[in-house]
C-alpha cells in the first residue's frame, strides 16, 4: 500500500498566523491528493482534491500544493474555525477494483491547536 | 441537498457483529461509489471498503478481508456494511462517503457517523 506521512503530528498557531502542513507519499501519486478537516464529533470535510484545487463552499485561506511525493496544505490567515485535525489521502488508484494500484490511504492526522 | 443518512449508535458484544447503515438521497445513487471509513478513540481515519452500487462491486481493506460485508439496495438508495467477530479494537465512529470520480477521486459528501461500541 501507499503510505502518507504527515509532519508535523501537532502544531500551535495563533490566530491570524499562516500554517502550512505537510504530507509525504511513499511513492510517486502525481496530483491524486486530497485534504480532509476534521472536527471532533463532526464528519470530515473535504477541502482540497487533486492536490491544489479548492473544493466549493471551502474558504479560499486554504489552499494545496505538490505533485509526486511531496504535498502542502498552507492556511492563510488562521480563524477561530480552522482548529481541528488534518488529513490527507492518496486517491491513485483505479476504481473498481483498485486493480495494480492500492486503496485509498490516509496520512496520521495533524492537529492543529491554539496556541 | 445532497446527504447521507446513518443509522443510529450500536453496543455490542465481543464476538457479535453490527449492520450499519447509509441512506442516500439528493443525487443519483448509482452513479457514485460510497466508502466506508472509521476511526478509533484517539486514532486516525482508516479506510475499510466500498461498493458501487450500480453493480455492487465490492472491494475491502485487506485487514477486513473475510470480517465485513458492504451491500447496496438500490430500491432503497441504501448501502449497508456488517462487520462481524467484533472485537473490543472495533469500538469506533463509522462513517460512510460518497466519493466523486470523474477525473480524480475525492469523498466529498459524508454521513455524520455512527458510533459502535464493543463492550462485555
Known amino acids: 500500500d501507499i503510505q502518507m506521512t504527515q509532519s508535523p503530528s501537532s502544531l500551535s498557531a495563533s490566530i491570524g498566523d499562516r500554517v502550512t502542513i505537510t504530507c509525504r507519499a511513499s511513492?510517486?501519486?502525481?496530483?491524486?491528493l486530497n485534504w480532509y478537516q476534521k472536527k471532533p464529533g463532526k464528519a470530515p470535510n473535504l477541502l482540497i482534491y487533486?492536490?491544489?484545487n479548492l473544493q466549493s463552499g471551502v474558504p479560499s485561506r486554504f489552499s494545496g500544493s505538490g505533485s509526486g511525493t511531496d504535498f502542502t496544505l498552507t492556511i492563510s490567515g488562521l480563524q477561530p474555525e480552522d482548529f481541528a485535525t488534518y488529513y490527507c489521502?492518496?486517491?491513485?488508484?483505479?476504481?473498481?477494483?483498485?486493480?495494480?494500484?492500492?486503496?485509498?490511504?490516509f496520512g496520521q492526522g495533524t492537529k492543529l491547536e491554539i496556541k | 441537498q445532497v446527504q447521507l443518512v446513518q443509522s443510529g449508535a450500536e453496543v455490542k458484544k465481543p464476538g457479535a457483529s453490527v449492520k450499519v447503515s447509509c441512506k442516500a438521497s439528493?443525487?443519483?445513487?448509482?452513479?457514485?461509489?460510497v466508502h466506508w471509513v472509521r476511526q478509533a478513540p484517539g486514532q486516525g481515519l482508516e479506510w475499510m471498503g466500498m461498493?458501487?452500487?450500480?453493480?455492487?462491486?465490492?472491494t475491502y481493506a485487506q485487514k477486513f478481508q473475510g470480517r465485513i460485508t458492504v451491500t447496496s439496495d438500490t430500491s432503497t438508495s441504501t448501502v449497508d456494511m456488517e462487520v462481524s467477530s467484533l472485537t473490543f479494537e472495533d469500538t469506533a465512529i463509522y462513517y460512510c462517503?460518497?466519493?466523486?470520480?470523474?477525473?480524480?477521486?475525492?469523498?466529498?459528501?459524508w454521513g455524520k457517523g455512527t458510533t459502535v461500541t464493543v463492550s462485555s
Open positions: 462517503a460518497r466519493e466523486t470520480a470523474i477525473v480524480y477521486h475525492y469523498m466529498d459528501v
Open positions: 439528493g443525487y443519483t445513487f448509482t452513479s457514485y461509489y
Open positions: 461498493i458501487h452500487p450500480k453493480g455492487g462491486i465490492t
Open positions: 511513492q510517486s501519486i502525481r496530483n491524486y
Open positions: 487533486a492536490a491544489s
Open positions: 489521502q492518496q486517491s491513485y488508484y483505479r476504481l473498481p477494483t483498485f486493480a495494480r494500484s492500492t486503496p485509498p490511504t
